[in-house]
């Protein structure tokens, strides 16, 4: 089910399968994954959690690529760089401002910064998915992947890679045993208002009766002591899900 786009990025089939069971398109779920990532964050700032969670996404993705933090060499750059961290840490330091009047702060500051950055850095405004496909890079996004000595290319690669329903059930059927930043921002992501889709009725009646299967194949996996064999079992349930639901869609 593995399928790769002319312009290099490989959906996986665990990927796939979450998109059509959630009822999202696999390039809405990484230009929200783009949008979320936050300098700020990254920085040390208080964000709301999905701001967290896309941003340590980059972070695991860097130390699992054991890239290094790269300083800018352009001398422009390197003062505008210096100052708004400065600027940002200070924010995140003024005992006067909540958390939220931070937060807004703190896209004025990266706009501001944006502004006077981009006439001297070479950061790619889009990314092309295919012929007609694209994804719109934020100035978060690409600073933090320049920053950290990474392509726009590998950390959504990384990104696809850690969307997977039968590990996740499968490591945390006994408890939340495990935290993955890339699933934690899936999980977010079925919750916002922006993402969510109103499902047809077949889609419904679909999804119901899976999720009560759902349940019960949780009971009887509680069972089996091998990981392995718990994401094998869970693979083939969710892959019979989507092909249900595809069926559907014709």
Known sequence: MDSKGQFGLTYTEDFSVACVINHLKQEE????????????????????????WATHVVVDCRYAYQTEVLPAEDKKIQRLSIRYISLLSELDANPALTTVEKMKESFYLMKEWEDKMLPHADYPKTYELDRENFLILTFDFNLLCRMNGLSTQQVLQYFIEKVSLPIQRAKNLFGIIEKDAGMSLFGMML???SM?????????YIYNFYSERLIDLDNRLKKEMSID???SVYRAFYA???RTLKKSMR
Do not use: C, D
């Open 240 to 242: 019979e899900w989507y």
């Open 229 to 231: 064999k718990r994401v």
């Open 196 to 204: 969510q889709k109103t499902k047809l009725p077949a889609q419904q």
């Open 191 to 193: 919750m916002s208002r």
């Open 29 to 52: 779920v990484l230009q929200y994954f783009i949008n979320r990532v936050s300098f700020y964050a990254f920085n040390g700032g208080e964000m709301e959690a999905v701001a967290l």
